[in-house]
């Protein structure tokens, strides 16, 4: 804490995960996200944690499976065409209420698409992404300083929740350079409160198994129903926004990441003209700022998302308004990256209207 | 004197421990048990050396040998 | 006074299990069950259970259970094993989980010798999901995906594990068994309690391969069964050791290279 460090976003990343106790990654490389295992693989073993470079993103999370059962912290991260991979893991883990941490570091899609920034797996984040009713607690750093932070976050919240949690970012986030100041004191894990259903030295203590499956009839919808109470809860009480001059706006923008930065841009620009732009940023998209956006929306009659996608986060702001508002969408998928004068435009055109 | 006890909730009929005890001690019952299977039984208990073969080879471990 | 020389293990939990009459995973859990007791190791050992027919065996061993995804028992094994190495790690797989949708899984921990032991059981058919072809099935066998045998022409050959293993240079012992008959029974007891100590003594990867039946989707009686793998199995998976930890070193760190010397 305190000090003043220059980092690329992935390795902030990193860093972040290691100083909030995490002591095990498997991952595979994917660009934009290869300086995470890199940066990873000399820095674990440092701190006596283990870095594996796995056969595969379905070997990676399934390593993960296995390592947070027996109680470590774990991290995996990756890009779009791995983390589809690695659904299958995450659907295991949340049906067997393990916690973990990975980050998706999103470039252009579908299918093997590029490598530009992009943010088109906002669907597959926030709606849990693999087979199964499930839900991931998702994270979105729109700075190099939040990318070293929010690991700490996501253990928290993963380990207080017994689930997975993620870091959503973007490839410009995960290369670009910028002052950190990490906000909490390093963790050592092994000063972390035991586990009481982890696996290994069952000594003194009845067998424990860890699964997510039930074939007694009856017996998954409870599982399932249990696992519901938990997302209610963390609907109530762990969302995160940021409000940018939302009280006298008359359209808001709506933006997470890469583009709330240039949200941001646009909303500085549109001010400089006397135009009332707010910026309401979700921080937490899953649970999604649904609340605040329902109330905003009230009397604030037009919402223009701004997404590097072809329109996924305006189904959860549509969602939230209820109508109340007209929702606008600019969004500029596969690695087209907007700008503040772009959305400027925009933000005219609709208060023309 | 050597004997084997059957577990009859346990015994699925199979008749593996049948053909593996080399004395012909063990046959199948005719009565079905409450699983729904015949158990294996001691037809020739006389016969019987303690020799294990049969819990060996029993699947569903339901076999235990004295002697 | 009358002595019991055969009683059921303590490895064991005493829930019934929901295998068919005759069905080889019965004798094969007792024998992993027995060889932790009797190595004194099941308080701090680990099973994996597989998806495939043994997906129960989470209830069925008495020690720390999971259950994870189709095939991928080695990589959870591994994610185990590194963050706990003096637990005792052991995935137990089929043929379909292991040598299929798995191989990926198994080739890897084994090339990394990952210190854990694999129990593998071939009944050359997928079990649990009414018998299709499994990688293992016989040439010519019949299944509910070959419904005319195993045509090569077609399906190519079945995949023998162990030999396929022994071409890496980490494992320390990958052996085949089979449980048809009592006195295979027994060797495939010594296999699995060798396959334990090597993990016990930290000496890498250990793999044991159990000829297996399957009289259901076999559509034979047990006793047929058992004379399947005796006529047709054993012949074409022989039985023995492959790789054995006698002599083996551990490795010693190598100097670092780049990838083209230069001159
Ligand atoms: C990803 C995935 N694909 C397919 C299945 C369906 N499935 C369940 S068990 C099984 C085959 C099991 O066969 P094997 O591993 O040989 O074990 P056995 O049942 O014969 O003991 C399959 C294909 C699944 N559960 N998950
Ligand atoms: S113990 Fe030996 S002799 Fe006795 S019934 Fe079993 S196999 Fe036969
Ligand atoms: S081998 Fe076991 S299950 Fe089969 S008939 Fe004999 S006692 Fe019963
Ligand atoms: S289907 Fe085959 S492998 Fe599965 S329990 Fe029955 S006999 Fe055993």
């Known amino acids: 804490m305190g000090e003043k460090l220059l980092m690329k976003g992935n390795e902030a990343l990193a860093e972040g995960a290691v100083r909030a106790g995490c002591r095990f990654f498997s991952g595979y490389p994917i660009t934009p996200q290869n300086e995470v295992p890199e940066y990873l693989s000399w820095r674990l073993p440092e701190v006596g944690g283990t870095f594996i470079q796995a056969e595969s993103e379905v070997a990676a999370i399934n390593m993960l499976y296995g390592a947070s059962a027996c109680g470590a912290r774990v991290m995996t991260s990756s890009s779009g065409p791995g983390i589809s991979l690695k659904q299958e893991g995450i659907s295991y883990i949340s049906g067997a209420n393990l916690p973990i941490f990975y980050a998706n570091v999103m470039r252009g899609g579908p299918g093997l698409g590029n490598i530009a920034p992009a943010q088109g797996d906002y669907y597959q984040s926030t709606r849990g992404g693999g087979h199964g009713d499930y839900r991931v607690i998702v994270l979105a750093p729109n700075s190099v300083s939040e990318m070293g932070n929010f690991p700490k976050r996501c253990y928290d919240l993963a380990e207080k929740y017994r689930m997975a949690s993620m870091v959503l970012a973007d490839g410009l986030l995960g290369q670009m350079m910028e002052p950190i100041e990490f906000d909490f004191e390093p963790v050592d894990p092994a000063k972390l409160p035991p586990k009481e259903w982890a696996l290994g030295n069952a000594e003194g203590r009845e067998r424990r198994i860890i699964r997510s499956y039930d074939l007694k009839p009856g017996y998954l919808e409870k599982m399932t129903l249990k696992l519901l109470e938990k997302y209610n809860k963390i609907e109530e009480q762990e969302v995160k926004y940021e409000a940018v001059q939302t009280e006298d706006a008359e359209i808001l923008l709506v933006a997470y990441g890469t583009s709330s930065r240039i949200s941001k841009e646009a909303l500085m620009l549109g001010r400089k003209e006397g135009i009332k732009v707010g910026l309401l940023r979700p921080i937490t998209l899953w649970p999604f700022p649904t609340k605040i956006l329902g109330e905003l929306s009230g009397r604030i009659k037009k919402i223009l998302t701004v997404e590097m996608s072809l329109g996924q986060l305006i189904d959860d702001v549509k969602l939230a308004v209820e109508g109340k508002s007209r929702v606008y969408l600019h969004g500029r998928p596969s690695g087209g990256i907007p700008t503040g004068e772009e959305v400027l435009e925009i933000i005219k055109n609709i208060c023309s209207e | 004197m050597p004997r084997i006890e059957v577990d009859v909730n346990r015994c699925k009929g199979c008749e593996l421990c049948v053909v593996a005890c080399p004395y012909k001690v063990i046959s199948l019952s005719g009565k079905f048990a409450h699983t729904g299977y015949y158990p294996a039984a001691m037809v020739q208990p006389e016969k019987c050396t303690g020799c294990t073969l049969c819990a060996l080879v029993c699947p569903d471990v339901a076999i235990e040998v004295y002697k | ?263």
């Open chain 3, 1 to 263: 006074m009358e002595k019991k020389v055969f009683s059921r293990t303590k490895g064991l939990t005493e829930v019934f299990m929901r295998y068919c009459p005759g069905c080889g995973h019965g004798v094969i859990h007792r024998l992993v069950a027995e060889a932790i007791e009797e190595l004194g190791v099941r308080k701090r050992t680990i099973g994996i259970a597989p998806v495939g027919c043994s997906v129960f065996a989470d209830e069925y061993f008495n020690c720390d259970m999971i259950q994870p995804a189709h095939g991928r028992g080695p990589a959870v094994a591994t994610g185990m094993k590194r963050v706990k190495p003096d637990c005792i790690v052991f995935s137990y797989q089929g043929d379909g989980d292991l040598a299929s949708i798995g191989m990926a899984e198994t080739v890897h921990a084994a090339a990394r010798g990952e210190r854990i032991t694999i129990i593998f059981v071939n009944n050359a058919i997928y079990g649990m999901t009414g018998g299709q072809m499994a990688p293992t099935t016989l040439v010519g066998m019949k299944s509910t995906t070959s419904p005319f045998g195993r045509d090569p022409r077609v399906a190519g050959y079945p995949i023998k594990v162990c030999e396929l293993l022994s071409t890496l240079e980490a494992p320390s012992y990958l052996a085949r068994v089979s449980v048809h008959k009592p006195a295979n029974v027994i060797k495939a007891k010594k296999a699995i309690k060798k396959a334990f100590q090597v993990q016990i003594d930290d000496l890498g990867f250990s793999l044991v391969e159990i000829l297996s039946q399957c009289p259901t989707d076999w559509f034979v009686t047990p006793l047929q069964a058992v004379e399947y793998v005796e006529k047709a199995m054993v012949p074409f998976y022989p039985l023995g050791e492959f790789k054995t930890p006698e002599g083996k070193k551990e490795p010693a760190k190598a100097e670092t290279k780049m990838a083209v010397e230069k001159g």
